[in-house]
T-cell receptor, first 111, second 117 residues
Framework: AAGVIQSPRHLIKEKRETATLKCYPI?????VYWYQQGPGQDPQFLIS???????DKGSIPDRFSAQQFSDYHSELNMSSLELGDSALYFC??????????FGPGTRLTVL | AQKITQTQPGMFVQEKEAVTLDCTYD???????LFWYKQPSSGEMIFLIY??????QNATEGRYSLNFQKARKSANLVISASQLGDSAMYFC??????????????FGPGTSLSVIP
């Protein structure tokens, strides 16, 4: 069965640079979620989109923005990167608020 | 506010034995969903099992079963016949009331399970 696809899988950036993470949800899923998981921590909700509209917002820094496109893929844009942004970023998708299936994650390292 | 508690930071189990991972939760929502996810050292987050708050029976998925005690607000995961590949971090998670079709999930701190040969 098709799963959530995230790219890139690994990303290394310098402080103050920008990064764009991409997420392709499971086909026919209508909701996309972004989570951030710091080292040794549980995932923290950042933002979600339902039918291409932002539906909920968590502890997402103002330096981050996200959107969902007409083909339902989503991008998380991160600017002015800080050392503390180093984390595993997950995208998850669901159909009508049902079980969220997670992608493999993008491991971001900020140097 | 919703909260998930997992009181076992680390657990060990002998291969082929059963193990129970504890999870308690707190919510004021009358309707909610409970999940367990597995995160191996490779990092991916794998969905294991789901229990709805109004489900009459405990959920089961293969070797995984969820011991749901609503009055005690607990949703323990039972893994039967442990395998070496079960060694991973296990997260209990909760989704709130279905006010909308897109409620976020909150996670507990996780339990690290190690299966011993």
């Amino acid at each position: 069965a098709a799963g959530v696809i995230q790219s890139p899988r690994h990303l290394i950036k310098e402080k103050r640079e920008t990064a764009t993470l991409k997420c392709y949800p499971i086909p026919r899923h209508d909701t996309v979620y972004w989570y951030q998981q710091g080292p040794g921590q549980d995932p923290q909700f950042l933002i979600s989109f339902y039918e291409k509209m932002q539906s909920d917002k968590g502890s997402i820094p103002d330096r981050f923005s996200a959107q969902q496109f007409s083909d339902y893929h989503s991008e998380l844009n991160m600017s002015s990167l800080e050392l503390g942004d180093s984390a595993l970023y997950f995208c998850a998708s669901s159909l009508a608020g049902d079980t969220q299936y997670f992608g493999p994650g993008t491991r971001l390292t900020v140097l | 506010a919703q909260k998930i508690t997992q009181t076992q930071p680390g657990m060990f189990v002998q291969e082929k034995e059963a193990v129970t991972l504890d999870c308690t939760y707190d919510t004021s929502d009358p309707s909610y969903g409970l999940f367990w996810y597995k995160q191996p050292s490779s990092g991916e987050m794998i969905f294991l099992i789901y229990q709805g708050s109004y489900d009459q029976q405990n959920a089961t998925e293969g070797r995984y079963s969820l011991n749901f005690q609503k009055a005690r607000k607990s949703a323990n995961l039972v893994i039967s016949a442990s395998q070496l590949g079960d060694s991973a971090m296990y997260f209990c998670a909760m989704r709130g009331a279905m006010k909308t079709s897109y409620d976020k999930v909150i996670f507990g701190p996780g339990t690290s399970l190690s299966v011993i040969p």
